[in-house]
C-alpha cells in the first residue's frame, strides 16, 4: 500500500512563526502535492511538484513557498504565519501528472495559528 | 478556470436509505473522480470514469459519468453507517492539467 506520512496531526504556532510542515512518501512518486482544506471551499491546491527541485503554483501559492531536495519529501513553509492560514493541510502524491491516476493523501495536519 | 459545483452540500439519512449526489460543472471534463474522505483521514479514491455515459459499480456505490462530461452522480443503496464521510469529485480538464476538486458533500447515516 501506498503509504504518505505527514509530520504532524496537530500543531499550533503563533503569527510570524516561519512554520514547516513536512511530508514523505513510500511509493517512489514522481508527483507530489500540497492542499488546503477548508470548510465549504474543498481542496484548494498550494504547491506541486512533478520532480526533485521542481516546482509549480498551484491556484493559492501566496504566503507559502515548497521545497522538495529529494524525490520522497516534501515540505510546505509559511514563511511567517497568519491567522488566515490556519487550515487543514493535505499532502498527496501520484505516479504521473495529469494521468488517471489516483492521487494517494496522508491524513492531514490540522494547523492553528494564534 | 474550471469550477466544480457539488450537492447538496449536506446530507442526513438514516440507514438503508437510498441517496444520490451530483458533481457539476460547465467545462468538459477529460476524466472525473470520486473520493470519500473520513473524518480525521485523507481522501480515498473510489473510481475514475472515464468516457461520456459511462456507469461504473463498486459493491452499492453506482458512479455514472454524464453522456456530455459535464457532470456525474453517485448513488449509494441501502446506505450504512460506514458511508459517512465527505464524497469529493475531482477532474482533469485535459491529460496535461492539474486536479480540481469540489467543495464536497458531507454525509452523515445514521443508524
Known amino acids: 500500500d501506498v503509504k504518505v506520512t505527514q509530520s504532524s496531526r496537530y500543531l499550533v504556532k503563533r503569527t510570524g512563526e516561519k512554520v514547516f510542515l513536512e511530508c514523505v512518501q513510500d511509493m517512489d512518486h514522481e508527483n507530489m502535492f500540497w492542499y488546503r482544506q477548508d470548510p465549504g471551499l474543498g481542496l484548494r491546491l498550494i504547491y506541486f511538484?512533478?520532480?526533485?527541485?521542481?516546482?509549480e503554483k498551484g491556484d493559492i501559492p501566496e504566503g507559502y513557498s515548497v521545497s522538495r531536495e529529494k524525490k520522497e519529501r516534501f515540505s510546505l513553509i509559511l514563511e511567517s504565519a497568519s491567522t488566515n492560514q490556519t487550515s487543514m493541510y493535505l499532502c498527496?502524491?501520484?505516479?504521473?501528472?495529469?494521468?488517471?491516476?489516483?492521487?494517494?493523501f496522508g491524513d492531514g495536519t490540522r494547523l492553528s495559528i494564534l | 478556470t474550471q469550477l466544480l459545483e457539488q450537492s447538496p452540500q449536506f446530507l442526513s439519512i438514516q440507514e438503508g436509505e437510498n441517496l444520490t449526489v451530483y458533481c457539476n460543472s460547465s467545462?468538459?471534463?477529460?476524466?472525473l473522480q470520486w473520493y470519500r474522505q473520513e473524518p480525521g483521514e485523507g481522501p480515498v479514491l473510489l473510481v475514475t470514469?472515464?468516457?461520456?455515459?459511462e456507469v461504473k459499480k463498486l459493491k452499492r456505490l453506482t458512479f455514472q459519468f454524464g453522456d456530455a462530461r459535464k457532470d456525474s452522480s453517485l448513488h449509494i443503496t441501502a446506505a450504512q453507517p460506514g458511508d459517512t464521510g465527505l464524497y469529493l469529485c475531482?477532474?482533469?480538464?485535459?491529460?496535461?492539467?492539474?486536479?480540481?476538486f469540489g467543495p464536497g458533500t458531507s454525509l452523515s447515516v445514521i443508524p
Open positions: 467545462s468538459v471534463f477529460s476524466s
Open positions: 475531482a477532474s482533469l480538464k485535459t491529460s496535461y492539467d492539474k486536479v480540481i
Open positions: 470514469v472515464v468516457t461520456g455515459g
Open positions: 511538484s512533478y520532480d526533485v527541485k521542481m516546482k
Open positions: 498527496a502524491s501520484s505516479s504521473r501528472l495529469g494521468s488517471n491516476q489516483p492521487q494517494h
